[in-house]
């Protein structure tokens, strides 16, 4: 028997559909940067319309979460063009991850944003007091982020370039897996989220297919097509099934075509990609997948590990034992140079839309070819 969605998530995923009335509200953030402590933030809000009264009712929510999982929220109004301007002096320091949302009467509406701000402090006759250099740097995630490992390709690797071919993932009857494919773990328990969508006899695995060119490049990005959703929304923003399918053929999620993409520049937070690296040594696979995303109902959710910013985004308030489990882990796996077969594994931290918070489990296994 298939496991019941949640309701919590599927009114999440109600939001999130193209059935929405009205289009959500936009928020765009102009300005995050930290100077000691002292925070500045501003931006604007786009509203849905038809609606009289709603500048009014609307705030901007921010949270504050520092590595040690202390946290500060505060909020600020719009004025008469829906802009904000805030200055706040912050008792948290180190590398703070800021999310920000907007609500209306109390309700969130629109996508979350998140930035990373680091805040120093300066030692003076053995006290601290505020002030020092800063560092301001887009973040993926909302949740702590732990460094990344300099260095995560041992010394002696030899990098593969080509083509990681993919198996196309199945179940047999017996339920043993094999192939390639996607889960997705998250809420209290960490536990995995069932998908009615899935073919597999275990729901809670989705099932990847090569797409067009076999299975993931090393040596060249493969970006979404233009459009990359099938549909989009009154207010001119994308929405529907997602189109990409060079990496993996659209697979169905909760009604919706996802796909699977790398881009030299990230599509859901703007920054810059690196080339997915994968190298060998002993066997043993290494390296980075920070260009991997995952695009699904006009959505877009980097699923690389590291993330963009280089770290490995950890996710607040579970149980301590389980934080790295439920945030990004690089990636790891096993390669046989007689036979080319390769296993590749890694999670990553899913930040914004009706998933947040949620972990991707990704496993790909396939035949390795050489480029040229």
């Known amino acids: 028997m298939r496991s019941v969605v949640p309701l919590v998530l599927l009114a999440a995923l109600a939001v999130a559909t193209p059935a929405v009335a009205s289009a959500p509200a936009k928020l765009t953030l102009t300005q995050a940067k930290a100077s000691g402590q002292k925070l500045t933030l501003a931006g604007r809000v786009t509203l849905p319309r038809g609606k009289a009264g709603q500048r009014a009712r609307t705030r901007v929510a921010f949270t504050l979460t520092d590595a040690r999982r202390k946290r500060e929220r505060f909020s600020v109004k719009l004025d008469a063009k829906r802009a904000f301007k805030l200055t706040r002096t912050t008792k948290l320091t180190g590398r703070l991850a800021l999310s920000a949302r907007v609500t209306i009467a109390g309700r969130a509406s629109g996508k979350a944003l998140a930035r990373t701000l680091t805040t120093k402090a300066t030692r003076t006759g053995g006290t601290t007091t505020p002030g020092g250099g800063t560092t301001t740097t887009p973040a993926p ?9 300099p260095s995560p390709t041992p010394a002696g690797a030899t990098p593969l370039k080509g083509l990681f071919k993919l198996d196309a993932g199945a179940q047999a009857t017996s339920g043993r897996l094999s192939g390639s494919w996607f ?7 960490f536990s995995p989220l069932p998908n009615g969508d899935s073919p597999l006899l275990d ?3 989705t099932p990847l297919r ?12 493969q970006p979404p097509p233009s459009p990359a959703f099938a549909r989009r929304n009154p ?15 659209p697979q169905t999620f909760f009604g919706v075509h996802f796909s699977i993409v790398s881009d030299a520049t990230d599509p859901q937070t703007g920054q810059a990609d690196p080339l997915p690296q994968i190298a060998v040594k002993d066997g043993r696979l290494s ?13 877009s959710f980097n699923q690389g590990a ?8 950890g996710l607040p308030g579970i149980v301590p034992a389980l934080d790295r489990a439920a945030g990004t882990v690089a990636i790891s796996g096993s390669y046989d140079a007689a036979s080319s ?22 496993h790909l296994e396939g035949t390795f070819v050489p480029a040229g």
């Not at 001119?236 to 997602?242: E, F, K, L, Q």
């Not at 077969?341 to 990704?362: A, E, K, M, N």
């Open 210 to 221: 090569p797409g067009s060119d076999g299975g993931l490049s090393t040596v060249a990005f």
């Open 235 to 249: 207010d001119g923003s994308p929405t529907g099934n997602a189109l990409a399918a060079r990496v993996t053929q």
């Open 306 to 313: 590291p993330k963009p910013d280089g770290s490995y985004a």
């Open 341 to 362: 077969r390769y296993t590749l594994d890694w999670q990553s931290l899913i930040v914004g839309g009706p998933f947040d918070t949620y972990t991707g489990r990704w």
């Open 141 to 149: 995630g909302a949740g702590p982020a732990t460094p990344a490992d």
């Open 287 to 299: 390296g980075q997948t920070t260009a991997w995303a995952a695009q699904w109902n006009g959505q």
């Open 203 to 205: 729901t809670t695995y």
């Open 183 to 189: 889960r997705m773990l998250g809420g209290a328990a």
